[in-house]
């Protein structure tokens, strides 16, 4: 679809930054009928379509969620069936009701704990996977290269909502003649993606700015991708080695040379303050899997700095600073034997069906005896908490008080409330 020249925009900044760079409100209407996408918004993770642990009626009593991102290695390359059934991604995994991101990073193997995407490239002794023949998938049979004509052909049968180019991801450990390399090679399959998307497929196209951590390759990337005929970005390379205040700089030079109306999407962090910095920096759209690794670790996300309810901080789970088992002052680990006979609820403010009808001391039990509903229990809560949080975000970007939110995090990281 064409960006500059579409008379009706998908994507609308209906709240500007005060500055060149700065937090702002948006919309992402990515398909005729589906729910608008609010921004700063959260983009799922997904496996083949699906949330883990939720199903789709679970799934659509999340808050605040539109749009799922859907991982090029998961139906590659057996797409005979999506192609013969020719209704989309949406329709063969009976979610008619968000829109599909359909995003292409490397191997590097399931990347979970980093709070990003299912599949990613990690290190710099993975460099050699760059070149020009493809990048590197891992795929249910096997490790495989997937060229650029491979991967419109697979775009065009999934037939997803929006979907990013392919590139080779650079992380920041990369030399500069790798991320150089990779700058030309992704610059090269944005042209052929866009040569090869048919006119009439709706399809929204993602260019990637890479660039690692070299803020001179980050702004020429920028700057070329702005010159193609594309609908919105994908930053790509981040929570791949580089440090906070270097994440932050990269993105502040990115974003200044990206025009201000095109979404502008994130993958590869999560983390609460992770986000709010990308928020800062106007950053639109932030691809994780967070709260999935948090369930899958059997920790349940507790974000009373939100203020959701006053309860939350009298009758709810306390957390309890300096516990070492604890990632962060913002999760509980529900494994914990404190909790075994503990009848409260996760968060006595939450709102979600785990709260209102369990306690922690069942999921506990469930943890302990290994049924699966532990994790579909804990995935309920910990989606709706996230969801709750970018909420909270675009409340606090219209209001012009995200600082108050942010020092209310670093509160609750500090001091455990
Ligand atoms: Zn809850």
């Given at each position: 679809?064409?960006g ?7 994507f609308?900044?209906v709240?500007?930054a005060a ?6 409100l948006?919309r992402?209407?990515?398909?005729p009928?589906?729910g608008e996408?609010?921004?700063?918004g959260w ?5 083949k ?5 939720l199903?789709?009626?679970l ?7 539109d749009?799922l991102q859907?991982?090029?290695?998961d139906?590659?390359?057996?797409t005979?069936a999506l ?13 008619p ?8 990073f490397?191997?590097?193997g399931a990347?979970p ?8 490239e990690?290190?710099a002794?993975?460099e050699?996977t760059?070149a020009?023949?493809g990048v590197a998938?891992r795929?249910g ?5 997937v060229g650029v ?6 775009v065009?049968?999934?037939?997803p ?7 080779p991801?650079?992380s920041?450990l990369?030399s500069?003649k790798q ?6 090679l992704?610059?090269?399959w944005?042209?052929?993606?866009l040569?090869?998307l ?11 700015v890479g660039?690692?951590?070299?803020v001179d390759l980050?702004?020429?990337?920028a ?5 193609r ?7 790509s390379?981040f ?9 932050e ?5 990115i974003?200044?040379?990206?025009p ?6 994130v ?5 609460p303050?992770?986000?709010?910095q990308?928020v800062e ?9 967070y709260p ?12 009373s700095f939100?203020?959701?309810s ?5 009758g709810?789970?306390?957390?309890q ?11 509980v ?5 404190a909790?075994k006979l ?5 968060s006595l403010?939450?709102?979600?069906y785990t709260c209102t009808?369990h ?5 506990h039990?469930l943890l302990?005896?290994h049924?699966?509903?532990a ?6 809560h ?8 970018f ?5 606090h970007?219209?209001?012009?008080t995200l600082?108050?939110?942010?020092r209310r995090?670093l509160d609750?990281l500090?001091?455990?409330r």
């Amino acid at each position: 679809m064409a960006g500059a020249s579409d008379p009706h925009p998908w994507f609308m900044v209906v709240h500007e930054a005060a500055a060149a760079v700065g937090p702002r409100l948006g919309r992402a209407a990515v398909k005729p009928g589906r729910g608008e996408v609010a921004t700063p918004g959260w983009l799922p993770a997904t496996r083949k379509g699906c949330v883990p642990h939720l199903t789709p009626d679970l799934l659509a009593r999340v808050p605040h969620l539109d749009a799922l991102q859907l991982p090029l290695q998961d139906f590659y390359p057996d797409t005979a069936a999506l192609r013969g059934f020719g209704k989309g991604v949406g329709a063969f995994v009976v979610d008619p009701d968000h829109s599909f991101f359909l995003t292409a990073f490397a191997d590097g193997g399931a990347a979970p704990e980093r709070g990003g995407c299912a599949v990613r490239e990690v290190t710099a002794h993975e460099e050699g996977t760059i070149a020009k023949e493809g990048v590197a998938v891992r795929t249910g049979g096997g490790r495989t290269v997937v060229g650029v004509a491979a991967y419109m052909d697979h775009v065009l049968a999934l037939g997803p909502d929006a979907f990013a180019s392919l590139a080779p991801e650079i992380s920041c450990l990369s030399s500069r003649k790798q991320t150089q390399k990779a700058h030309e090679l992704t610059l090269q399959w944005l042209d052929t993606c866009l040569q090869r998307l048919p006119r009439e497929s709706g399809m929204r196209v993602l260019g990637v700015v890479g660039g690692g951590r070299h803020v001179d390759l980050r702004v020429r990337s920028a700057q070329e991708t702005v010159k193609r005929n594309v609908d919105g970005f994908l930053l790509s390379g981040f929570g791949l080695g580089e440090s906070f205040a270097e994440r932050e700089t990269l993105l502040a030079a990115i974003v200044k040379e990206l025009p201000p109306h095109h979404l502008r999407m994130v993958a590869g962090v999560g983390a609460p303050l992770e986000v709010l910095q990308c928020v800062e920096q106007g950053v639109d759209l932030i691809n994780s899997a967070y709260p999935t690794m948090a369930t899958e670790l059997g920790q349940a996300l507790n974000f009373s700095f939100l203020g959701v309810s006053a309860a939350a901080a009298e009758g709810g789970v306390q957390i309890q600073v300096g516990r070492p088992y604890m990632e962060d002052a913002l999760k509980v680990n529900v494994r914990e034997r404190a909790y075994k006979l503990d009848p409260r609820p996760i968060s006595l403010g939450c709102e979600c069906y785990t709260c209102t009808h369990h306690s922690i001391g069942y999921i506990h039990h469930l943890l302990s005896t290994h049924e699966m509903l532990a994790s579909v229990l804990l995935n309920i809560h910990n989606t709706h908490q996230y969801s709750l949080f970018f909420e909270a975000i675009r409340t606090h970007v219209r209001a012009g008080t995200l600082g108050e939110l942010k020092r209310r995090l670093l509160d609750a990281l500090k001091h455990g409330r």
